[in-house]
């Protein structure tokens, strides 16, 4: 994101502010939304913290003692970095490949992206199932090479998750580095391979500097909404893949425990947002999205 | 702009392709068995289909339940988005007035922040503000409320591309002209992100209409948005009725997606020929903003 207000800042720390803001301005513009948040963001957030203290903050350690929820943490992180290790990777290649294709082949990459963006994570999750499922698509396909008589124990088992997890978070990693891409200076491309320097050297020395801050920054994105997901490791991880989120929901809709998953949604909340305005404040995040 | 990347990359190019090509079957494929499966003429989720009947669309669309929940999921969305997408463009025209570089940063990490927020914490959160506050037992209102925080972020980011855009001499040239903020900002700059704005609500409204966390909390009992109808329908039996109803809404996605831009060239079009001033006019001078 380029600074927005460069010519006009200047021009009003300098003079009397002719073409100044006024009160009212912010008053109209800026407070709304900022109000807004206060109520649906703030309001909820200070339920959850009272909800949780409720109990004199043995809501905290109660949390810790419910066997499911040290594992699902570590399965939660683990599961979010992976995921966004894949798709940083799938993510950047992908990019690549759409700038660097002829015209038909960036087309059909380019559908496929909408398509996924397009439609639900649940209806895709579906997809995933269907194909997964001991005799389900991939098994026709595998039966059709001759290579599968058994049925395939692929769904509702950790490595069945992790190919829809990559496949519903591709998205949020290419579109900035497509973006990015896009915006990269040819000239210096040209003058790279003029003077001389082979593909891996133009990469790594022009545009890998020009599209790593997106990188990270769809990596950021993918894993901080993976540390949040719910849907697709609930219907293709299983009870065995639960995350925090099912954790929570299980102590709210069947353990009937609201202070418990109010302490697990406190504790799942803060680690999301150190994580966010961490690289927020590392790699100036938020600035390279949209 | 593709043959400057494509031809730096060399050898490496084919590789590349051919992983994209792979990656997007992963995209791709799961929806395509989920379209299969649906036209179906047996009563079992089969792969590949027997048969082939459009049954299953006439029973989702005979279904009350199946279209109520459509028609719910479809006024809270749109209700969720028009919030989102008013309070998102005032949130962006707002942020910049703000002159306060730090300031700056910390209120556009605000709204950016229901992106990295984890649904289930946040659903858990509203809860237990219903829960507290009787008067909104039974009611839709957290629920729309917290879809529009959750989609404001989608128009935040897309409206600030926009206003990236927008000559920065227009708007002192029109304060030196003698006009006041509202009608600089109704006559220069809403025309100038409306696109943006568009576009923006569109992405919100689709995010919204998916979202399901949320409802599993948040919606009264008996009702049902159509992500919760499908999630319930998966956890019961998955039957073609399920995968038709998926490929209905996805197809209505993907239908709005591609009368959208055919609008935007017809209107172009009719501006065009109202008025001989290109509409390329005060649109982008990409090269002011880097």
Not at chain 1, 246 to 271: H, T
Not at chain 2, 2 to 26: C, E, F, H, N
Not at chain 2, 87 to 104: E, K, Q, Y
């Amino acid at each position: 994101m380029p600074s927005l207000t460069m010519p006009r800042a200047r021009a009003d720390a300098r003079g009397r502010k002719p073409l100044g803001v006024s009160r009212a301005e912010h008053r109209w513009l800026l407070w709304p939304p900022l109000i807004f948040f206060a109520v649906a963001l703030g309001f909820p957030l200070l339920t959850l913290v009272r909800r949780s203290l409720e109990g004199g903050g043995a809501a905290y350690a109660d949390a810790f003692e419910v066997p499911a929820f040290t594992g699902s943490l570590v399965r939660t992180v683990v599961m979010a970095a992976v995921v966004m290790a894949l798709t940083m990777v799938l993510g950047s290649l992908y990019a690549l490949a759409v700038v660097a294709s002829p015209t038909w082949l960036r087309f059909g990459l380019l559908a496929a992206l909408v398509l996924s963006l397009w439609t639900s994570i649940m209806v895709r999750s579906f997809g995933w199932m269907l194909l997964e499922l001991p005799r389900g698509a991939l098994h026709w396909f595998l039966d059709l090479l001759g290579l599968a008589d058994e049925p395939i124990e692929l769904y509702q088992t950790t490595a069945g998750m992790y190919p829809a997890m990559v496949a519903v978070m591709l998205p949020f990693a290419v579109l900035p580095v497509m973006t990015a891409l896009q915006s990269i200076d040819r000239q210096q491309l040209s003058a790279a391979t003029i003077f001389g320097a082979g593909p891996w050297l133009t990469f790594r020395a022009v545009t890998w500097p020009q599209i790593m801050p997106s990188v990270l920054s769809g990596g950021v994105l993918v894993f901080v909404m993976s540390l949040g997901f719910y849907v697709t490791p609930l219907l293709l991880g299983g009870p065995g893949n639960m995350t925090v989120s099912g954790v929570i929901n299980a102590q709210m809709n069947q353990a009937n425990r609201p202070d418990i998953g109010a302490a697990m949604s406190i504790l799942l909340v803060g680690g999301t947002m150190v994580v966010y305005l961490l690289a927020d404040r590392l790699f100036r995040v938020s600035e390279k999205w949209g | 702009m593709s043959t400057t990347v494509g031809r730096s990359l060399g050898r490496y190019r084919a590789p590349i392709v051919v992983v994209a090509m792979l990656s997007s079957l992963l995209l791709i494929v799961p929806f395509l068995v989920l379209v299969a499966t649906s036209w179906t003429s047996g009563s079992f989720i089969l792969f590949p289909p027997e048969g082939f009947s459009l049954d299953w669309y006439a029973e989702v669309l005979a279904d009350p339940e199946w279209t109520e929940s459509f028609r719910l999921s479809l006024w809270t969305a749109a209700l969720s988005t028009a919030i989102a997408a008013v309070l998102g463009t005032l949130a962006a025209i707002g942020l910049t007035r703000v002159r306060h570089t730090t300031a700056r940063r910390w209120i556009r990490t605000l709204f950016i922040v229901p992106i990295a927020l984890p649904p289930i914490a946040y659903a858990v959160g509203l809860y237990g503000v219903t829960v507290d506050l009787p008067f909104l037992r039974g009611t839709l209102a957290t629920l729309v409320v917290g879809h529009a925080l959750i989609a404001l972020p989608y128009v935040f980011v897309i409206v600030s591309g926009g206003i990236a855009r927008i000559d920065p001499a227009l708007r002192p040239a029109a304060s030196t002209l003698g006009a006041r903020w509202p009608l600089i900002l109704w006559k220069i700059e809403l025309p100038a992100i409306l696109p943006y704005l568009l576009s923006g609500a569109l992405f919100a409204f689709v995010v919204v209409f998916d979202e399901v966390v949320l409802a599993v909390f948040l919606m009264p009992p008996g009702e049902q948005t159509l992500p919760l109808q499908m999630l319930n329908a998966s956890q019961e039996a998955f039957s073609p009725e399920l995968t038709a109803a998926s490929t209905l809404v996805s197809g209505l996605a993907l239908l709005v997606l591609a009368i959208v831009p055919v609008g935007r060239v017809l209107r172009r079009r009719a501006g065009r020929a109202a008025s001989p001033r290109p509409a390329e006019g005060q649109a982008a001078p990409e090269g002011v903003t880097p």
